[in-house]
Nanobody
Framework: QVQLVESGGGLVQAGGSLRLSCVVS????????MGWFRQAPGNERELVAT???????NYADSVKGRFTISRDNAKNTVYLQMNSLKPEDTALFYC?????????WGQGTQVTVSS
């Protein structure tokens, strides 16, 4: 059974930084496209960034130049480095894995940015 466990969320002032981590167990991490999504209260879940198994990345326009997604296949971990955080980045951030047949989600980690 594939499990995704996020960590690294918290409360930070505007302009600050956080690094989210997501450890994947029970699957073939190196074959997955990994991603981060977020959902703010009252909003739909939206894509933040993805990284393919080959390393190519994709970002939402709202985070380009501020966030960086990366992966460490040896540690079965995907990261999201978030810099220059804004209050509008406040959301529950979810880790996502796209497998061959199924998609997998973590439970989420809260990021709150104060102004």
């Amino acid at each position: 059974q594939v499990q995704l466990v996020e960590s690294g969320g918290g409360l930070v002032q505007a302009g600050g930084s956080l690094r989210l981590s997501c450890v994947v167990s029970g699957g073939t991490f190196s074959s997955y496209t990994m991603g981060w999504f977020r959902q703010a209260p009252g909003n739909e879940r939206e894509l933040v960034a993805t990284i393919a198994n080959g390393g190519s990345t994709n970002y939402a326009d709202s985070v380009k130049g501020r966030f960086t997604i990366s992966r460490d296949n040896a540690k079965n971990t995907v990261y999201l480095q978030m810099n220059s955080l804004k209050p509008e980045d406040t959301a529950l951030f979810y880790c996502y894995a796209r497998g061959f047949l199924y998609d997998y989600w973590g439970q989420g980690t809260q990021v709150t940015v104060s102004s």
